[in-house]
């Protein structure tokens, strides 16, 4: 029986890296995985990075390396540009020198395991069309049905969305281990799956562990991303305090306030007035009080 760790969404957070591989001494696991998104959002950007490389863990890219990788290249989008709205893009890239960026530029973009005793999985971050594009729990058979076609095996894993999720939509299984290092579902603990493959398939087992939060919020004053990262990195600050997805600041903007500067009394505004359910995707609206 092959027994492997899947990791995904590690966002640069080492106390929660820390406690999840504490964790996983009391399982005699073959591989690690880490399904994409190893930094950004976290302050420990680099350090969670360099763990990953040292280990040498099998890993592919999500959608936020490539605020590292191509971030200020002609592959860039242009509101890449604006210095306050991508701020915390131009932090997260003073803190990797040019050797751990051509790394990071190396991995692939999907992985496909195949084991002599369990059957073929394969893991892409979000969608095998992109790692920007999500696959919630919430979709419908037939939209998940469209966005696997084409995909041989039968079991697949991917991360993006940070909420853990097990379905079977036809021939796939589906598997998201939930995010280890910026928790979404409200419940503020880092989530890892492992998995156990045989002849008859894959079988996870979820888990959730407590981390240090405050050494988080420590490392992100002491690192100068509080100061330096703007309103958005204040956003990004509050989704650790509240582990729900509050980047639907941007549409509220768009609806509310349009025109009007990106500030931080206009973040403080956003936080004291919007209910975050509201810009969110209904994935989200779990474990409410």
């Keep these: 029986m092959t027994k492997l760790a899947i ?10 890296l820390e406690a999840v591989t504490t964790d996983l001494k009391s399982f005699d696991v073959d591989h690690i995985i880490v399904p994409g998104d190893v930094i950004s959002f976290g302050p420990f950007s ?62 692939p973009d999907t992985l496909n395991l195949r084991f002599r005793d369990a059957p073929p999985i394969q893991i892409f971050h979000g969608t095998p069309q992109s790692p920007w594009d999500p696959i919630y729990w919430t979709f419908s058979d037939e ?20 909420l853990p999720m097990d379905r079977q939509v036809g021939k796939w299984r589906i598997f998201n281990p939930g995010s280890v290092g910026v ?41 100068g991303y509080n100061d330096q990262s703007g309103p958005i990195g204040k956003l990004v600050v509050e989704i650790y305090k509240q582990a729900r997805p ?14 009007l500067p990106l500030t931080l009394e206009l973040v403080d505004e956003f936080l004291a007035t919007a209910n975050w359910w509201e810009y969110s995707h209904p994935a989200y609206h779990i474990n409410m009080k």
């Design 7 to 16: 990791l995904s969404d590690l966002h640069g957070n080492l106390p929660a």
């Design 46 to 107: 680099r350090q969670v990075a360099e763990i990953v490389i040292e280990n040498r863990w099998p890993v592919i890219r999500g959608n936020n390396e490539f605020f590292l990788i191509d971030y200020k290249t002609p592959r860039a989008p242009e509101e890449w540009n604006d210095p306050i709205q991508f701020a915390p893009t131009v932090w997260l890239n003073r803190q990797f020198d040019h050797k751990l960026k051509t790394i990071i530029g190396s991995w």
């Design 143 to 162: 939209e998940i049905q469209k966005i696997l076609a084409g995909i041989e095996a039968n079991f697949v894993i991917c991360g993006h969305t940070h």
């Design 183 to 223: 928790p979404l579902d409200g419940i503020f603990t880092a989530s890892y799956m492992l998995l156990e493959g045989d002849e008859h398939g894959w079988s996870p087992t979820f888990r959730r562990v407590p981390f240090d939060y405050e050494a988080v919020f420590d490392e992100f004053e002491r690192s």
């Design 246 to 259: 509050l980047m639907g600041f941007i549409r509220w903007q768009s609806k509310y306030k349009l025109g």
